[in-house]
């Protein structure tokens, strides 16, 4: 299929979320505009009070305007696991805001990065021929940076989030900034390492064609190196777990110095628990990264001592309100609101939940609250 329609089950085999009611006409109508009402703020010890705090401030600049009806999309690379909550709170942003919008994305995980790029370039496109005033994109490559542009040119604003396209004429990124996110990783386990130097496995990434885990990974190794350990990096297998786990199986039982501790920078770090337990350490830090099912499993049994968490569902319910802003009081206003949690001019850091082994239920129950399980 080559022809594009509008959104909607058929479309390419993408699924559509339960689209945003359209703003009323009240403007136009010569009535008052409602206000937006944000959804109440869950009160919990994982509440991000600071982020909180910025999205109230944007809210109460944008009803100090005359609001305005707006169209927009966010795009994800799918609409399940670690990206359901993405989905979650953009559909109840735009829901809050009262604009015509949807989510949308393939109901099975990505395949052919080269057919997925192409795909979802022709998806922008679309979306802009179809009326989009606002786009908000979780982009699977560089190529989609020329249809970006081309949004751009014709007047949508783009809002990029899970994965940047800096090299783009986006207008902001939100997202976890990754050197920081693998930094604030390597403190955590470095918390709970001997004195003493040893090595230290990184389940990570060492590949210079994905930025992303690169800046993660290298952020973890420099914390853990300037405190005097040895580092050394399993490149993630995402295909064979078997591989991954016999490759850092052979370090706990071979390295010199003996391996102090482990850290998984993605979705897979249980395998880090698997491989000590493989090779009779079940005794050795483990920290982990996000809040795959096995994760969860090997941190009630203690054996996984923290996790860190990307705050998605704030990542979804971020990219509609901005978008809005930028619409409704403009870009250097929306960036100046934003500002406590800028990095430069065009970086929206979400930052991290750390997540300690006892706080599992904890930290379970404050995202059932607000709708952000996986």
């Known amino acids: 299929m080559t022809r594009i329609g509008r959104w909607g089950t058929a479309a390419l085999g993408l699924a559509l979320m339960t689209p945003a009611c359209g703003s009323s006409d009240a403007d136009d109508a010569g009535e008052e505009a409602t206000p937006i009402q944000r959804m109440p703020t869950v009160q919990n010890e994982f509440t991000p009070v ?37 989905a979650t709170g953009a559909n109840r942003a735009m829901g809050e805001i009262g604009v015509t919008g949807n989510v949308v994305g393939p109901t099975k995980e990505p395949g ?99 930025d992303d885990g690169l800046d993660r990974t290298q952020g973890a190794q420099g914390v853990l190196e300037a405190a005097g350990h040895k580092v050394v990096v399993r490149q993630v297998d995402w295909s064979d777990e078997g591989a991954d786990v016999d490759w850092m199986k052979d370090q706990i039982e071979t390295a010199d110095p003996p391996v102090v501790g482990l850290l998984g920078l993605f979705n897979l770090s249980f395998r880090c628990a698997m491989a000590a337990e ?25 054996r996984i001592e923290a996790t860190h968490i990307q705050r998605q569902y704030y990542e979804g319910y971020l990219v509609p309100y901005i978008l809005y802003g930028i619409k409704s009081i403009g870009l250097d206003a929306t960036r100046r609101i934003l500002a406590p949690q800028m990095v430069g001019d065009s970086l929206f850091n979400l930052g991290l939940d750390v997540v300690p082994g006892d706080k599992v239920d904890a930290y379970n129950e404050f995202l059932d609250s607000i709708g952000a399980n996986e």
Request: hydrophobic letters at 40%; zero cysteines.
């Open 278 to 302: 493989a090779a009779g350490k079940q005794d050795l830090p483990i920290v982990a990264f996000d809040f795959d099912a096995r994760t969860v499993d090997y941190m009630r049994e203690g």
């Open 50 to 86: 600071e982020l909180e705090e910025t999205i109230d401030k944007l809210v109460a600049e944008i009803n100090e305007n005359a609001t305005e009806s707006m169209q927009m999309t966010v795009m994800l690379k799918t609409l399940s696991a670690f990206f359901a909550p993405i």
């Open 112 to 210: 052919d990065q080269q057919r997925d790029m192409k795909l979802q370039s022709e998806q922008i496109a679309q979306a802009v021929t179809d009326g989009a005033e606002g786009i908000g994109i979780s982009p699977f490559g560089d190529a989609n940076a020329a249809a970006v542009d081309d949004a751009v040119a014709n007047g949508v604003h783009v809002v990029t989030l899970d994965t940047d396209l800096a090299a783009s004429k986006r207008s902001i990124y939100v997202g976890t900034i990754n050197r920081s996110a693998g930094e604030t990783a390597g403190k955590t386990l470095l918390a709970l390492l001997p004195p003493e130097p040893g090595t230290v496995i990184l389940h990570g990434n060492e590949d210079p064609t994905w």
